[in-house]
């Protein structure tokens, strides 16, 4: 029978495939399933205490260890949002320019004004 995953880590798998599909590497979402597979399969990225009696302090502190390993995953995928909205900023800012040159508009402006007064 196949181990069952807990909802909280499925949930942080869909999370990071969704926001993968724009993730700026050459494989793209293959390379953010791969990555995120391995850090979810390993064990020294959840410590959990093994509970053979069915203890429930030891239930409680798994959880609790378990919830601090998904609150690490959030915030690993909030910076690959910041990274996916830093590579689209940098492609627009190359694709159009750094920006209006505000000196040389306010000479245009003046020299159109200037011209209309003659």
Not at 33 to 61: S, T, Y
């Amino acid at each position: 029978m196949a181990k069952m995953i807990h909802p909280l880590v499925r949930d942080l798998y869909k999370r990071a495939l969704i926001v993968g599909k724009d993730y700026p590497h050459p494989d793209g979402l293959d390379y953010v399933r791969r990555k995120w597979k391995e850090a979810l399969r390993d064990p020294q990225n959840c410590k959990l205490i093994p509970n053979n009696n069915n203890d429930v302090d030891i239930a409680k502190e798994n959880e609790r260890i378990l919830r601090k390993a998904v609150g690490r995953g959030r915030y690993l995928i909030r910076e690959m949002e910041g990274t996916i909205q830093l590579k689209k900023y940098r492609t627009m800012r190359r694709r159009y320019g750094e920006g209006v040159d505000v000196t040389g508009e306010a000479r245009r402006i003046n020299d159109s004004l200037n011209d209309l007064i003659k």
